[in-house]
């Protein structure tokens, strides 16, 4: 590929990284069946890019029991209803998780991290389901929030809490340190949306398990 090309399908912006996976996966599915590990993902990953793409994200990949969507990519660009509606959705995977039993008969928890910064976007992977779509640390960071968030929450970071506003509340957290960062990194837990204090608690349809 020229570089002409690469600089057409390819550019630099700012974006908010989502990082979800469920809590005890390897304890979980070790005695399993491969059939029913499968099942269990496929009902896992339906539901949680079913509410990823209804809040406007794009799912960049699914390794095990982890997903990483991505938001701020479309053609409004990133702002600060990008980063709200990328804590939204963690918000709502883990209330469509509640209560689920995947493949039948397990239920899970999850933990969710977020994390805002620039990266460089290949469009034309935005377009075809997203794997390798973006590159930065931004991404790493996502991941160790992820790593770090207490059970059936969501945390992100300063850069995400300031992109979003006033449209979410936030509850501050002690700092973490986190292999190959050389500072402890704040850390913001999601309470709500501020607009959706009266609506009901589902902010994204999403679909039944299979």
């Known amino acids: 590929m020229t570089a002409i090309a690469m600089a057409e399908q390819e550019r630099r912006q700012t974006v908010t990284v989502l990082f979800i996976d469920i809590v005890g996966f390897t304890s979980l599915v070790d ?59 963690g918000l709502s995977v883990q209330e469509a998780l509640r209560g689920q039993l995947l493949a039948g008969r397990f239920s899970v928890r999850t933990r969710v991290g977020l994390a805002t910064g620039d990266v460089i976007v290949d469009l034309e992977a935005a377009h075809d389901g997203g794997q390798a779509m973006i590159s930065g640390s931004v991404v790493s960071t996502a991941a160790r929030l992820q790593a770090f968030a207490p059970h059936d929450t969501v945390v992100v970071c300063p850069q995400t809490r300031a992109a979003a506003g006033d449209l979410i509340a936030f509850q501050e957290l002690p700092p973490v340190r986190v292999p190959g960062k050389p500072r402890a990194l704040d850390l913001y837990r999601a309470l709500e949306p501020h607009r959706a204090r009266t609506a009901t608690r589902h902010l994204y349809a999403v679909p039944a398990a299979a």
Request: proline share 0%; aromatic share 8%; charged share 20%.
């Open 31 to 89: 005695d399993l069946d491969c059939a029913v590990v499968r099942a269990l993902q496929r009902d896992y990953f339906g539901i949680v890019s079913g509410v990823v793409r209804a809040g406007g994200g794009v799912v960049e990949k699914y390794v095990g029991d982890a997903v990483m969507a991505v938001f701020g990519t479309g053609s409004a660009g990133f702002g600060a209803e990008a980063a709200a509606s990328a804590v939204r959705v």
